[in-house]
C-alpha cells in the first residue's frame, strides 16, 4: 500500500492500513582489519521482527568517503542471499529482469563520484531474523602527521547493541594511538579527552600490533544519537615509526607497496592566493567564521612567504599594497592584510569563473617575471554556493581554469562551504588542478575546520616528486603513480606494484627525486621487508564474514592495496581527461597452446582498466553496481541509482574534444575482453 503524504511515498506494510508500529531493534557489531594502513571492515547488523505482521527493515552504513564496498549479504530466515559485483548495464538488466519475474533485487549504485551513503531495505515475514553483512575497504591517509580510521554510527537506528573491534599490525612499531571521544559527523576536528568504554591494547611481544574495542552502554550511546540529527563519529588515530629514510618497502606474494613520509625538512616558502567568496548568501555567520578563520591562517603565515587577497562577488576586487598584489608575509603587511579582510562584506552574486581566472592570471605574471624562483604557489578557494554571473556553465569554467593553469600548474584547493555548494565542480576543479575540494560545515566550528584544512597545505616540503623503480623484476605497467606534484608535511606518499612472480627473491631499488627548499633532493635504497606469513592470512582469518562464505577469496591483503590503489589513480586520471595511460598494441586472440595465466588483455584506455579490476576485485565504484536477489516470495525493496560518474566522462569527453558516444561504447567492450579471459 503506497499512501501520499506531505509529497513522499509512505508505505505501510501490514494489514492495517495507518496503524503506527514501534522501530525494530538493531543488533550491530563492527569488526575491522587493518593491515599496513590497508583497512577492511565489516558491519554486521541483526534485526528480529517480533511483530505478528510483514514489516520493512532498513539498513543504512554510512562508509568513509574513500572506502570501496566489497562484498554485501543478507540472510534471512537463515537462507543467504550474497550480492555479486556487475557492471552498471549488467547490473540494472538483472534488476529488471529481477522485478519483472516479481522478485525483489536489492540494488546499490554508487549515487555520485563522491557518495558515502549505503541503504537497502528487505520485507520480512512476522516473527522474522534478518542479518546484514557489508564489507568496505579503504587505504587510510596521513593527514597532520596522523592515520586515521573513522566508524560512523548512524543517528537514524534504534540499537539494541553495539561493539566494534579493531585489530591493527603494523611492520613498524606503532609509535602513538589514540581513540577521543566521539564527535559529530559535521564537526571537523575532535574532543577533548578519551573516549569511555575504549580499551587499547598493545601486543606485549610485536608492537606494531595493537587491538582495540568499544563497547558502550547502548542506553548512554542511543541518548547521545538522539541529541543531533548527524551521525556519530568513532576515531582512532595513530602512527608509525618513521627513523628510515626511505621509508618502508614491503613485498609479499608478488606485490609490494612503498611507504615515504620525508621528516625533518624544511618547508619551502609559498605563495598563497586566497580566493574568497563575498557574495550575498555568504552574509552574517559564514562571513564571520571566514573572516574568523583568515585572522588566525594569515597570522601562521611564515615571514618567507608571499601572499594575494581576492574577494569575488558580482565583481572581483583586488587587494594591493603599494600596487601589487604580491605581497610580503611580514609582520605590518600581515597586520594590513586582517584589516582588510575584517572589512569584507557580503553582497551580490557569484562569479566564480573571474575570480579563478584572475588568480591564475597573477600567478602567471609571477612566473614569466620570474620573481618567486623557489616560492610554491598555490590557491585556497572558498565559496558557499553556484556560479550565478559572468560564466555560468560548469564545464566551461572548468576548460577556462585548466586551460589558464597549463603552463604554472599551481594547486587549487577547493573549500565548499556548507550544503549548497556545486560540490562535484569543486571536486572536479581540484583534481584537474594538482589539489582536493574539502567540505566545510555550517557548524559551530566552521573556523576551526577552515584553520585545519588550510595546515595540511601551509608546508609544502618537497616539488616535482618523482619514483624510479631499478630493478628489472617489477612490472613497469602495474606501478600505481609515481609523480606527486607536491608533498605536504605530516601526509604521506604510496606507491605499490606488481613483481614478477617468476623471481625467487626479488630486490626492490629505488630512486625519489625532487625539488625543496634548500636544492635538489635525492633518496634512494634497495631494502625490502618481507611481511611475515603471520600477516599473510587473508581477511577471513580475522573477520567472520559469513558460515562457508570465503570473502576475499584467498586474496591477500596488499594484492587488494594494489587494485584499491590502482582504481582510485585511474579514476583520477579519467577525471583529470587523461582516458589512455598507452598506446594500444595490436594483439591476435590467444593461441590453443598458451597458458590462460599468462594471457591478460592489454589495456590502455584507463576507465577500462577501472572497470576490469574493480570486476575481478569486487569493488563497487562509480563503474559497478552490487545487485543481490532475494527471494520470490519477497516483495520490491528500495532502489535509488543516480549515475553522476558516467555523466561527468561524457562531459569531459566533449571538453575534449571526443564524440560522447565513443567513451560509452568503451566501456562495453571490456565486457567482452574479460569474457575471453
Not at 519483472?100 to 520480512?124: I, K, L, W
Not at 547521545?224 to 563519529?233: A, I, T
Not at 601589487?324 to 600581515?334: G, L, M, R, T
Not at 623484476?473 to 605536504?488: P, R
Request: glycine share 6%; charged share 25%; with cysteine.
Amino acid at each position: 500500500v503506497v499512501r501520499e503524504e506531505k509529497g513522499r511515498a509512505k508505505r505501510e506494510v501490514g494489514p492495517q492500513i495507518g496503524k503506527k508500529y514501534r522501530r525494530l531493534e538493531h543488533s550491530i557489531m563492527v569488526q575491522a582489519d587493518i593491515r599496513s594502513r590497508y583497512a577492511s571492515t565489516l558491519v554486521t547488523s541483526e534485526v528480529e521482527n517480533t511483530e505478528e505482521v510483514a514489516r520493512e527493515v532498513f539498513f543504512n552504513v554510512i562508509l568513509p568517503e574513500t572506502a570501496f564496498i566489497s562484498r554485501f549479504a543478507m540472510e534471512i530466515d537463515g537462507v543467504y542471499y550474497i550480492a555479486e559485483v556487475k557492471e552498471k548495464e549488467e547490473a540494472w538488466k538483472k534488476y529488471k529482469e529481477a522485478v519483472e519475474r516479481g522478485s525483489t533485487a536489492g540494488h546499490v549504485g554508487v549515487e555520485a563520484r563522491h557518495s558515502n551513503r549505503f541503504r537497502v531495505s528487505v520485507n520480512t515475514g512476522p516473527r522474522s531474523l534478518v542479518r546484514f553483512y557489508l564489507l568496505y575497504e579503504e587505504l587510510l591517509q596521513r593527514r597532520g602527521g596522523l592515520y586515521q580510521y573513522l566508524v560512523n554510527i548512524s543517528p537514524h537506528t534504534k540499537l539494541s547493541h553495539f561493539s566494534l573491534g579493531v585489530s591493527i599490525t603494523e611492520q613498524r612499531n606503532i609509535t602513538y594511538i589514540a581513540v577521543p571521544k566521539l564527535r559529530r559527523h559535521e564537526e571537523g576536528h575532535n574532543a577533548e579527552g578519551s573516549l569511555d568504554g575504549a580499551d587499547i591494547i598493545m601486543s606485549p611481544t610485536n608492537p606494531g600490533k595493537v587491538t582495540v574495542s568499544y563497547n558502550p552502554n547502548v542506553k548512554k550511546l542511543q541518548h547521545k544519537l538522539k541529541s543531533g540529527k548527524d551521525p556519530l563519529q568513532f576515531v582512532l588515530e595513530y602512527e608509525v615509526d618513521r627513523s628510515q629514510i626511505g621509508g618502508e618497502v614491503q613485498l609479499m606474494e608478488g606485490y609490494f607497496v612503498h611507504f615515504i613520509a620525508p621528516e625533518n625538512l624544511p618547508p619551502m616558502p609559498k605563495h598563497v592566493v586566497f580566493v574568497l567568496d563575498t557574495s550575498g548568501s555568504m552574509r552574517h555567520r559564514k562571513m564571520q567564521q571566514t573572516i574568523a578563520a583568515m585572522v588566525t591562517i594569515l597570522g601562521e603565515m611564515r615571514s618567507k612567504d608571499y601572499m594575494t587577497i581576492i574577494s569575488f562577488a558580482t565583481n572581483v576586487t583586488v587587494w594591493e599594497i603599494g600596487e601589487s598584489a604580491i605581497v610580503k608575509a611580514s609582520s605590518d603587511n600581515v597586520d594590513n592584510a586582517v584589516k582588510h579582510v575584517e572589512q569584507l562584506e557580503a553582497a551580490g552574486e557569484t562569479n566564480i569563473n573571474d575570480a579563478l581566472i584572475k588568480a591564475l592570471t597573477i600567478l602567471t605574471h609571477v612566473k614569466q617575471k620570474g620573481v618567486l624562483e623557489g616560492v610554491q604557489p598555490m590557491v585556497f578557494f572558498l565559496t558557499d554556493g553556484h556560479p550565478t554571473v559572468g560564466v555560468t556553465d560548469t564545464q566551461e569554467i572548468l576548460n577556462n581554469v585548466k586551460n589558464a593553469n597549463k603552463v604554472i600548474q599551481t594547486p587549487i584547493f577547493s573549500l565548499a562551504f556548507g550544503r549548497k555548494t556545486d560540490f562535484q565542480m569543486l571536486r572536479l576543479l581540484s583534481v584537474q588542478n594538482f589539489g582536493f575540494a574539502r567540505k566545510i560545515y555550517t557548524a559551530s566550528d566552521a573556523s576551526l575546520q577552515l584553520e585545519g584544512l588550510y595546515k595540511e597545505v601551509s608546508s609544502p616540503i618537497l616539488s616535482n616528486v618523482s619514483f624510479d623503480y631499478l630493478d628489472s623484476s617489477i612490472v613497469t605497467k602495474s606501478l600505481t603513480d609515481t609523480a606527486f606534484h607536491t608533498f605536504y608535511q605530516g601526509g604521506e606518499m604510496v606507491v605499490a606494484g606488481m613483481v614478477d612472480a617468476a623471481v625467487m627473491e626479488p630486490l626492490i631499488q629505488y630512486e625519489i627525486t625532487a625539488h625543496q627548499a634548500v636544492g635538489p633532493y635525492k633518496v634512494s635504497g634497495n631494502r625490502n621487508e618481507f611481511v611475515p606469513d603471520l600477516v599473510s592470512e587473508t581477511v577471513d582469518t580475522y573477520i567472520d564474514f559469513m558460515p562457508n562464505v570465503n570473502i576475499t577469496e584467498d586474496v591477500n591483503f596488499m594484492e587488494r592495496l594494489w587494485a584499491y590503489l590502482s582504481v582510485k589513480n585511474l579514476l583520477k586520471k579519467v577525471e583529470r581527461g587523461d582516458l589512455y595511460s598507452c598506446h594500444q598494441p595490436v594483439r591476435g586472440e590467444r593461441s590453443a597452446g598458451e597458458e590462460e595465466t599468462s594471457w591478460e588483455p592489454i589495456m590502455c584506455n584507463n576507465l577500462e582498466r577501472a572497470l576490469y579490476l574493480s570486476l575481478r576485485y569486487h569493488f563497487v565504484t562509480p563503474l559497478t553496481s552490487l545487485v543481490v536477489v532475494k527471494p520470490d516470495s519477497v516483495e520490491n525493496g528500495d532502489i535509488k541509482e543516480a549515475d553522476m560518474f558516467n555523466r561527468k566522462i561524457r562531459m569531459m569527453g566533449a571538453g575534449a574534444g571526443m564524440k560522447a558516444e565513443g567513451l560509452v561504447i568503451m566501456v562495453g567492450i571490456l565486457v567482452i575482453v574479460v569474457g575471453n579471459t
